[in-house]
C-alpha cells in the first residue's frame, strides 16, 4: 500500500479555513485517499475520500493534484470543535483484501 | 452517531480477571475489526472478521481472543492482560473487506481499558 505523510502538528485560527496538506507520491492509480479525524478520547469520524476529482460535502472538500501526488484536505470555516487528529490514508479499489494502516496524522489545534 | 456501538466505554480490571468488550454494529456491514491505540501512539490492527471468519490477526498476545459469533458482534475477550495493555481499543465495520470506493470503514467511540 502507498504511504502518506503529513505535518505532525498545524493551528488555524477559528473561523479561518484549515488546509491539512498529505503527501502520497507513490500512491498508485488503484487507490483512494480517504481522510478521518479523531476528536481527542473519541473512535474516528469518516470526513471524505476521493480518486481523481475533487469531492465536497457538508464536513470538509478535498483537494487532489492532477498528479495525484498530494491532496488537501480543507475545512471551510474551523471551529473549535474540528479540534482533532486527522488522518490521511490510502486505499486500494476492490482487491482481495484492504488492510488498512493510520499513520499518525495531523493534530489541528483551532485558536480562538 | 456511526452505528457502530462499543460497551463497555470504560473498563478497569485486574492482572488476574477475565473481562470482554462488546461491539455490535447496526449497518449490515459484513466486516469487522478491532484496532488498539495506545497513548499518543497511531491506531493498530489487530484483527479483521469477514462473514464471521477471521482473516487477520496482526501478531496479537494471546490474551487477547477476538470472537465474532455473526456479523454484527464482535467481542475482544481479556485475560491475564497486563498494564501495558491499556489503551483505547476500538471496533470497527465496513460493508466488506474488499477495497475502498465508498467501502468506507466506520468505527465506534471505543472501549478505554486500564490494566492495574
Known amino acids: 500500500d502507498a504511504k502518506t505523510t503529513q505535518p505532525t502538528s498545524m493551528d488555524c485560527a477559528e473561523g479561518r479555513a484549515a488546509n491539512l496538506p498529505c503527501n502520497h507520491s507513490t500512491i498508485s492509480g488503484n487507490e483512494y485517499v480517504y481522510w478521518y479525524r479523531q476528536i481527542h478520547s473519541q473512535g474516528p469520524q469518516y470526513i471524505i475520500h476521493?480518486?481523481?476529482n475533487n469531492e465536497t460535502n457538508e464536513m470538509a472538500s478535498l483537494i487532489i493534484t492532477e498528479d495525484r501526488k498530494s491532496s488537501t484536505l480543507i475545512l471551510p470555516h474551523a471551529t473549535l470543535r474540528d479540534t482533532a487528529v486527522y488522518y490521511c490514508?490510502?486505499?486500494?479499489?476492490?482487491?482481495?483484501?484492504?488492510?488498512?494502516?493510520f499513520g499518525p496524522g495531523t493534530s489541528l489545534s483551532v485558536i480562538p | 452517531e456511526t452505528g457502530v456501538t462499543q460497551t463497555p466505554r470504560h473498563l478497569v480490571m485486574g492482572m488476574t480477571n477475565k473481562k470482554s468488550l462488546k461491539c455490535e454494529q447496526h449497518?449490515?456491514?459484513?466486516?469487522m475489526y478491532w484496532y488498539k491505540q495506545s497513548a499518543k501512539k497511531p491506531l493498530e490492527l489487530m484483527f479483521v472478521y469477514s462473514l464471521e471468519e477471521r482473516v487477520e490477526n496482526n501478531s496479537v498476545p494471546s490474551r487477547f481472543s477476538p470472537e465474532c459469533p455473526n456479523s454484527s458482534h464482535l467481542f475482544l475477550h481479556l485475560h491475564t492482560l497486563q498494564p501495558e495493555d491499556s489503551a483505547l481499543y476500538l471496533c470497527a465495520s465496513s460493508h466488506t473487506l474488499q477495497g475502498a470506493g465508498g467501502n468506507t470503514i466506520y468505527f465506534g467511540e471505543g472501549s478505554w481499558l486500564t490494566v492495574v
Open positions: 476521493g480518486l481523481k
Open positions: 449497518l449490515g456491514h459484513n466486516a
Open positions: 490514508i490510502v486505499r486500494k479499489m476492490k482487491t482481495s483484501y484492504d488492510k488498512v494502516i
